[in-house]
């Protein structure tokens, strides 16, 4: 199994900035992908941005410009940092990964138990 830690989030007024961190422990398995997804009150949970190998895959329009995702391939970390931040950033931001389990390879997502961000005046 895959066990992420997050880190990260808060409240913060708009334009202002907030990091996000998410940590692989305890696990051999393989990690293709890591990323964020998001989910605002009322609405469906969204793609934030994802990483494959080192290059930001999928980033939304709606963020893009504003926020960085990172991979620490090494630690199997990912970082997502989050600046100029929007009353409409608000929700709750979820960690997912892309791995493959041993001892089979099987292919698997797996989700963090979810950070709030906050952004209001």
């Known amino acids: 199994q895959v066990q992420l830690v997050e880190s990260g989030g808060g409240s913060v007024q708009p334009g202002g900035s907030l990091r996000l961190s998410c940590a692989v422990v305890g696990s051999d398995a393989i990690i293709n992908a890591m990323g964020w997804y998001r989910q605002a009150p009322g609405k469906a949970r969204e793609l934030v941005a994802d990483i494959s190998g080192g290059i930001s895959r999928n980033v939304a329009d709606s963020v893009k410009g504003r926020f960085t995702i990172s991979r620490d391939h090494a630690k199997n970390t990912a970082t997502l940092q989050m600046n100029s931040l929007r009353p409409e950033d608000t929700g709750v931001y979820y960690c997912?990964?892309?791995?493959?389990?041993?001892?089979?390879?099987?292919?698997?997502?797996?989700w963090g138990n979810g950070t709030l961000v906050t952004v209001s005046a």
């Open positions: 997912y990964v892309a791995a493959v389990t041993r001892p089979k390879f099987t292919p698997m997502d797996f």
